[in-house]
């Protein structure tokens, strides 16, 4: 069934939309999903719930490029995930559990200056991103966004391992001089 | 958590921009055409190898080889044991399996299928599978570069084109190469020509090829130029910025270029001076080649 055929589901409210989208996207998902997590039982509700993200959000939601629409929400609920598990494992001392504490009196939502940062460091990247050549963006892509492993990559590319790793390295020289240049501070 | 940021942000990047830097593929490249199998390919390349030892040994010279090898066009015929939908449910299948009940029979199956299906893109697209890489002992000359390189290849990422280089190797063997190489303005390598050779067990096998006029011409010292294949040692590589494991080599074998061929092996002072970055393995190296074949040495240096 193509993307299209899935989406009409959607749009038609069939819950077979979600046993056909999980059937089709769950390979692709669980690879990004585990990349960052490592855990299959995390995996595995992290992929529910990006099923689950998707159901609710379309419709109204329209992508127009469902794989990548799955992928982001798969990587953005796998790193809430990781941040959620990370704050669990916190907790050894008085302090982590004072920070702990104390997260929660941080309101929902970021800050006027936070939210102009991350739009500028957002801004920073696509520039960054559109100014490599054609491969290199490809790889870049891959494997920050997908977070692809450096062999698949390269078959992919038809090249070495090695000649992505050095890519790769060059890239994120390069990324570093160009946030410098902008001003940019993490 | 500064990485973390950054990571968080790509993730939040445009969605034009990130569709369609996937959608970006491997260059096309030289064409190739598609006859054979993949197995056939490999176990042609297995008696090509076999046979250029035996050339070797026969005191035919590197040409004879050369020019036979040159005169095959390794081709591709893609036999696909899975149909698209058996494949994608193959893989979902396969994502699906317990860590537990992955067993290394399963996940060699996979391996298998996952790179089949590589190979089948790469057919399709029509470029073949070609390996360059520059190490801490590539030479530059103001335009082109000298640079060793070193790969691990499995037989099924076997595409070769064979009319400007011999990229073809073989099943589970080092293959050793040495690549000459022109930077272009966006900073990356033309592959010119690529010398290499192998080491498969007890046995070595080398597949000379000629170096052009115009790239000698191009080389440091034209007359006597020693070009080195090198075996991974698994150890790291120092370089001034950071130790790096993709640079673990160690010299198998030793070459000269004379009349733009490769023609003998043995010398090591010369290799000493070829590379002072570690004289001590390069010669550790060359004495234990010269020991273990000593008669290809001698027929060499001969």
């Known amino acids: 069934m193509n993307d299209r055929q899935i989406m009409e589901l959607f749009f038609a409210r069939a819950e077979s939309a979600i046993a056909v989208v999980s059937q089709k996207y769950e390979g692709y998902c669980y690879s990004i999903s585990y990349a960052i997590l490592g855990d299959e039982e995390d995996v595995r509700e992290c992929l529910n719930d990006t099923w689950l993200h998707a159901w609710n959000a379309i419709p109204p939601a329209k992508p127009e490029n469902l794989s990548l629409y799955l992928g982001k929400i798969t990587r953005n609920l796998s790193i809430n995930q990781k941040k959620k598990k990370t704050a669990q494992k916190r907790g050894g001392t008085q302090h982590d559990l004072i920070l702990s504490e104390l997260e929660e009196c941080i309101p929902a939502g970021e800050g006027v200056e936070d939210a102009m940062e991350n739009r500028e460091l957002k801004n920073s990247l696509e520039v960054f991103i559109r100014s490599l050549p054609g491969e290199k963006r490809g790889i870049f892509v891959r494997r920050y966004f997908l977070l692809r492993p450096i062999g698949h990559i390269a078959r992919e590319f038809g090249m070495s391992e090695s000649k992505v790793t050095s890519m790769l390295y060059r890239m994120r020289n390069a990324l570093k001089n160009h946030l410098e240049k902008e001003g940019i501070t993490l | ?302």
Request: glycine share 8%.
């Open chain 2, 1 to 302: 958590m500064k990485s973390e940021k950054l990571f968080e942000m790509i993730g939040k990047l445009d969605d034009d921009l990130l569709a369609q830097a996937l959608d970006i593929s491997a260059k096309k490249r030289i064409p190739i055409r598609k006859i054979l199998g993949g197995g056939a390919i490999a176990a042609c390349l297995t008696l090509l190898l076999v046979g250029g030892w035996m050339v070797m040994g026969q005191r035919v010279g590197y040409r004879t080889f050369l020019e036979a090898e040159m005169t095959r066009d390794p081709i591709l015929a893609w036999e696909d044991p899975l149909t698209d939908a058996e494949y994608s449910a193959y893989e979902i299948d396969y994502a699906n399996t317990p860590v537990e009940e992955r067993t290394q029979e399963k996940y060699e199956e996979f391996h298998c299928y996952a790179t089949l299906r590589f190979q089948k893109s790469w057919a399709e697209a029509n470029y073949p599978y070609y390996y360059y890489y520059l190490s801490g002992r590539s030479e530059y000359d103001g335009s082109r570069v000298v640079g060793h390189r070193n790969e691990e290849v499995s037989g099924t990422s076997l595409l070769s084109a064979s009319r400007t280089g011999p990229e073809s190797f073989i099943d589970n063997m080092l293959a050793d190469a040495c690549a000459i190489l022109t930077p272009r303005g966006d900073g990356s390598m033309v592959v010119e020509e690529v010398l290499w050779g192998a080491l498969d067990g007890e046995t070595v096998m080398l597949a000379p090829q000629a170096v052009t006029a115009s790239m000698q011409k191009d080389l440091k010292d034209p007359a006597r130029q020693f070009v080195i294949f090198l075996h991974d040692t698994g150890k790291n590589w120092v370089t001034n910025e950071a130790a790096m494991g993709i640079y673990t080599y160690q010299t198998v074998g030793l070459f000269e270029l004379k009349n733009g061929v490769l023609e003998a092996c043995t010398d090591l002072a010369d290799v000493v001076r070829y590379d002072g970055e570690s004289p001590e393995d390069m010669v550790e190296a060359g004495m234990a080649l010269a020991k273990k074949y000593p008669e290809l040495i001698a027929e060499l240096a001969g």
